[in-house]
């Protein structure tokens, strides 16, 4: 038998997507609307405009599947379909999250490629690159906490750090401190944390695209939008 309180829950968890979801998606539409009037030369084609509209896609992903588990759990009486429920939105949440920082750090490579050419291969470190290439220094700690968190994806959600960087690991983020422990679960991961990380990215994406070096690319095509079988 699930317990009520956990159901309860993850109906509270799948509502908080309905009611901030569309407030996440007009950020993402702010930023790219402040990037095209920044830049009103830019082509549909460029990285500068295509990144943000990953963000959306995402977003409405999350609504859509949001709703289908919300309708399922509250029709089901069956305990097993309502653990499945419970567990596939612990997955679904940990997804999104995946989702997000794969579209940054993907925006972020081919900045990378562009502008280092063979240099990237040999050191293709974002952090690195984000710093002290193009000298954003904007949103460190919401990088490295979501880099933190994406790691743990290698070993099904718990935290192995290197030896090297010792056990334990604190981040402080907006008056919060999120602690990584050598070998323990990663159970931060809710989805005001993961909306925030997101709305952080959109920002962070909005000062990478108005440093002094990569203002002065005429042009960043994304590879994706050339690619027609998609």
């Known amino acids: 038998m699930v317990d009520e309180k956990i159901i309860q829950s993850t109906k509270e968890n799948l509502e908080w997507i309905f009611t901030f979801a569309p407030e996440l998606q007009k950020h993402f539409i702010d930023r790219r609307e402040e990037v095209k009037k920044q830049f009103p030369k830019l082509e549909p084609k460029d990285v500068r405009i295509t990144s943000f509209g990953y963000y959306l896609q995402h977003i409405r992903t999350i609504q859509l599947v949001a709703n289908s588990f919300y309708q399922g759990i509250d ?10 429920f419970i567990l596939s939105e612990r997955l679904f949440r940990f997804s999104f999250f995946l989702n997000v920082f794969s ?26 690159f984000i710093k002290q290439k193009l000298g954003v220094l904007t949103f460190t700690d919401s990088f490295e906490l979501a880099r933190l968190l994406r790691n743990t994806v290698h070993n099904n959600g718990f935290y192995f750090p290197d ?68």
């Open 75 to 84: 029709k089901s009486s069956n305990a097993q379909e309502n653990n499945d």
């Open 103 to 128: 579209s940054f750090e993907s925006t972020i490579r081919i900045l990378m490629r562009q502008m280092l050419m063979e240099e990237y291969y040999k050191n293709p470190v974002v952090p690195t």
């Open 163 to 230: 030896r090297e960087k010792g056990k334990h690991v604190t981040i402080d983020y907006k008056q919060q401190q999120f602690t990584f422990e050598d070998g323990k679960a990663i159970e931060i991961l809710s989805w005001p944390l993961t909306f925030s990380l997101a709305e952080d990215f959109g920002y962070l994406l909005k000062d990478i695209f108005s440093s002094e070096k990569v203002v002065k690319i005429d042009s960043i095509v994304d590879p994706l939008v050339n690619y027609e079988k998609l």
